[in-house]
């Protein structure tokens, strides 16, 4: 089960405007977002996070997420759409990993979920 | 009677050498492990060894570029790279030409970076930063903890 899903994209001079949906049954807070644009390069590494033009979106360490405070405000079925400016030229893929708080040891942590990791290849040229 | 025979002196006292130092190797071994400092991390003073096994790396290798992500939540303070090409290998750490990044790899964090080094296969090996009762220090997880990436 997708617990995020990239609903649809739009790329525009250096820009990319996407839109989530949160496709899982847990409430969600944001996300890592990486990319890449060298094909041979299986994995993502320029981190879009900084790219951000907030709002709507927030960058937390680097993860983009809905509004700052130790809450998933990402609920399941919610659909939000974020702005990426000054983007490398020619991105061919880009990785989506979700992101929650949740309580660990009786402690709020920020947790990547590793496994739900979403990748999609876009044509931004 | 008189006449039966017992160990010469001198195979006596090398066994007795022999034994000795047996005794002594497991004393000590033992006491170094009951000695050795341990490093923790996290709030929960988690014993680093076991941190190792939560971490999540991904990795690939093109054009001479290897390619890392941390996918965890687990911060990788830096990446042992261990390069074997047939019939040897060779260690470096990733960055060390300082592009690898100030904080090292935090949840969510990336690196690209060259390896001049040729060879088959890299095994990266994390390092993490643990605490001990002297202050922070490095610890190296062991092998299995490291993830294979193709150099071909």
């Avoid at chain 1, 509004?67 to 880009?94: A, C, Q, S, V, W």
């Avoid at chain 2, 008189?2 to 190797?25: E, H």
């Avoid at chain 2, 709030?43 to 290897?66: P, Q, R, W």
Wanted: some cysteine; proline content about 4%; hydrophobic content about 40%.
């Amino acid at each position: 089960m997708l617990w995020i899903v990239l609903k649809d994209y739009n790329c525009s001079t250096n820009q990319l405007n996407i839109t989530l949906k949160n496709n899982g049954k847990f409430n969600l807070a944001g996300f890592f977002i990486h990319a890449s644009n060298n094909t041979e390069q299986k994995i993502a590494t320029i981190d879009l996070s900084k790219n951000l033009n907030q709002p709507p979106g927030e960058i937390y360490g680097s993860a983009v997420v809905v509004t700052l405070g130790n809450e998933n405000f990402m609920k399941p079925g919610n659909e939000n759409g974020y702005i990426f400016d000054n983007l490398p030229p020619n991105i061919e893929l880009i990785e989506f990993i979700p992101a929650r708080f949740q309580e660990e040891n009786n402690k709020i942590r920020f947790v990547s979920c590793s496994g739900a990791k979403i990748t999609e290849k876009i044509n931004c040229n | 009677m008189r006449d039966k025979k017992g160990l010469s002196p001198v195979i006596a006292t090398v066994l007795l050498i022999a034994i000795v130092i047996v005794i002594g190797l497991i004393v000590f071994l033992w006491f170094r492990g009951i000695t050795e400092e341990a490093i923790t991390k996290f709030d929960t003073n988690t014993n680093i060894k076991l941190v190792c096994e939560d971490v999540a790396l991904e990795a690939g290798y093109s054009g001479g570029y290897v390619h890392v992500s941390n996918i965890g939540n687990v911060p990788v303070y830096k990446l042992k790279a261990k390069i074997t090409s047939e019939g040897s290998y060779s260690t470096e750490f990733l960055g060390d030409d300082g592009s690898w990044p100030e904080t090292g790899l935090t949840q969510g964090g990336t690196y690209s970076g060259i390896i001049s080094t040729p060879g088959e296969e890299i095994l990266l090996i994390p390092v993490l930063i643990g605490s001990t009762a002297t202050g922070e220090k490095a610890y190296t997880c062991e092998d299995r903890h490291g993830i294979y990436v193709s150099m071909s």
